[in-house]
DNA sequence: ATTACTGCAAAGCATTTGCAGACTG
DNA sequence: CAGTCTGCAAATGCTTTGCAGTAAT
């Protein structure tokens, strides 16, 4: 079992639990739910409960160190390790997966955004379609 | 009272549920969530229950009569008459005002954006920052 | 030892669903 | 009249909260 000992983040007590969530953070391959994440803690012959997991995740967003996502139509937070880039994602409508999209076509139009009536501080752009092995063309 | 006879949404059964949401949606200067639209039915002296609501605006999405809009950080969707334009929508981090933008940075970049292992269909842009009376500059 | 954190149970809230009676065309 | 829609109640699913015991520094 890996660890997460070194690089723990500052200003964050260190218990099991959040050990946990930490170290199944670092080894998702995608944007993960509280239940998800309390299901890979189990894999690893830990456990959590979810009440705290949700605890946990709301402490890490405060902190920065993870990053919380909403997606459209979809009543479940995913979350994920904040690896500081600025990112967005696309959700395939058919299978729901969560695809991240590393460069922001936002970024250079955001200053022409801004209007007298509203001072934009950060965006989220959410694509959506159809992953590879769902497009039906 | 005004009326909505004119102009009915085709396909549509006329009934006086239907009538008060689509009256409420026409004279709302902003999106407003199904509980909204059932308070605007009752101060409009009429009545109807907040799953009905819910069950019209479904309907009334699927028909394009309405376009469902979910604000991120916010477990409330909301809705308004569908005016076939493409929109994009602010959010004040402050006073969660709702501000919309009738001109879309993103639209001549989409194309740029697709991707080998993504098709993309469409997207949702939703700026935040804070709104005239709240910006603390 | 003190303070913060967690397990657990229960509450909250937006939304959905089942069903019988009411209404529409 | 037949089929659809609504009121109502209850369920659902995600997330939050209260509290007492447990763990961390």
Request: contains cysteine.
């Amino acid at each position: 079992m890996k660890e997460v000992q070194n690089d723990w983040p500052a200003g964050i007590k260190k218990t099991r639990q959040r050990e946990s969530v930490l170290l199944v953070l670092e080894h998702a391959e995608k944007p993960l739910s509280a239940t998800d994440i309390c299901s890979e803690i189990e894999k690893n012959g830990e456990s959590a409960w979810l009440s705290t997991v949700y605890r946990i995740l709301e402490l890490f967003v405060k902190k920065g160190v993870v990053v919380k996502i909403s997606v459209l139509n979809s009543d479940t937070a995913v979350y994920e390790l904040n690896r500081f880039q600025h990112k967005h994602y696309a959700v395939c409508l058919s299978c729901r997966k969560i695809v991240a999209m590393d460069n922001c076509p936002m970024e250079r139009f955001i200053p022409k955004i801004q209007d007298a009536d509203f001072h934009v501080l950060g965006h989220n752009l959410e694509l959506y379609g159809y992953c590879g092995n769902c497009d039906p063309k």
